[in-house]
């Protein structure tokens, strides 16, 4: 070997055995272990174990240099408190539907669903694609907040009820469980709306405090054991055809990070996202047949009166959560121009197919 050779050959050695020597200290200072606030009992199906399959994402594509830890409700911070953790800096980041967190921003109603509003792709279809991300970051900006779409219910059901409900005239003094704008809905159109915790309904029917709640779909319902207090179950919810559910990072939180765990972060939220909704259609589906084969639950749907109703009283209860708060009616002139775009297509695309798919045999 000739001395020029040798010397870069130890050159590149010498080179190597530092970097080495760097990589694992500084390695070892980039991780970083970032607390999640949910409002999710622990082990919820669906919810919770969709949390938990998005913070395993995120470990897994950073190798284990960002560690996302949940906490579930109640655990990090008092219940519904998840929103302002996250913005005050008790928490790193929160996980849930926004509607929950309203009392901070009525325009938080909107970026979960509206009554009336858009299915779950059309939802994602306006976040991504039709100007609702932009005010989604103008809007959390306000909190310290970095919103990313996280995952999507799909559509839900109307509810659960002790009786039959035949007409809007029988749905008047009802105690009925639903939160967000449908509650709103549903109390203008006569009912005593109450708010409670998921885990608490199935107690309420049992002991009385309620006639009929809302939950999620099937899956869910079937889960919290709803079918053994109410067997009449409504389609559709006209108040709630989907749930769009994100994350929220604190600002500060979000601005330390590097370009390529900025991505990681949205990336793993847009695969999560369909993956529960792949996931609660799945699930919806096969709990939907055993409430109905084995538990003796009738699926109904509402009536007529109580739809045209509903549509009546979407409008106002949509422009009074609006107020006067130029950014909140900014977000729903959007979601109105979206819902305008994309429903003839909805409706002519998906729907015709699903209505002429409906008459045919099984194979």
Not at 14 to 24: G, K, M, Y
Request: glycine share 10%; with cysteine; net charge negative.
């Amino acid at each position: 070997m000739d001395r020029r050779s040798f010397f870069r050959g130890a050159g590149i050695a010498t080179v190597a055995a530092a970097a080495s020597a760097l990589a694992a200290p500084a390695i070892a200072q980039e991780r970083r272990e970032l607390r999640m606030a949910t409002p999710w009992p622990a082990g919820l199906p669906g919810l919770d174990h969709s949390v938990n399959r998005l913070v395993r994402r995120i470990s897994e594509m950073t190798d284990g240099r960002i560690t996302v830890v949940p906490f579930s409700a109640g655990a990090l911070v008092p219940a519904l408190e998840e929103f302002a953790a996250a913005s005050d800096g008790r928490a790193d980041l929160f996980h849930g539907p926004d509607y929950y967190y309203a009392a901070a921003s009525p325009a938080l109603n909107f970026f979960t669903n509206t009554p009336l509003g858009l299915t779950a792709i059309e939802h994602a279809a306006w976040l991504r694609f039709g100007g609702g991300r932009e005010l989604w970051d103008r809007h959390h900006a306000q909190f310290g907040l970095k919103p990313l779409l996280a995952g999507n219910t799909g559509t839900q059901m109307a509810g659960w009820f002790k009786q039959p409900i035949e007409s809007l005239a029988g749905i008047a003094g009802l105690n009925f469980r639903m939160p967000g704008l449908g509650g709103e809905v549903w109390r203008r159109l006569g009912m005593n709306v109450i708010s409670l915790p998921g885990a608490e309904i199935l107690a309420a029917l049992q002991d009385g405090r309620l006639d009929g709640a809302d939950w999620i779909g099937p899956w869910n319902d079937r889960e919290f054991r709803l079918h053994e207090a109410a067997s009449h179950y409504y389609s559709p919810s006209l108040a709630e055809g989907s749930a769009t559910l994100g994350i929220g990072i604190n600002s500060g939180v979000w601005q330390s990070l590097s370009g390529a765990d900025r991505a990681t972060f949205e990336i793993a939220c847009e695969a999560e996202h369909q993956a529960m909704l792949a996931e609660f259609h799945h699930n919806n589906a096969v709990a939907l047949e055993e409430l109905t084969a084995t538990h003796g639950v009738t699926v109904h749907a509402l009536p007529p009166d109580i739809v045209a109703a509903i549509a009546d009283a979407t409008p106002g209860v949509i422009a009074d959560t609006a107020g006067s708060d130029p950014l909140a009616n900014e977000i729903v002139a959007s979601i109105a121009a979206a819902r305008r775009r994309l429903r003839r297509w909805t409706e002519t695309g998906e729907g015709t197919y699903v209505a002429a798919r409906a008459g045919t045999a099984d194979w």
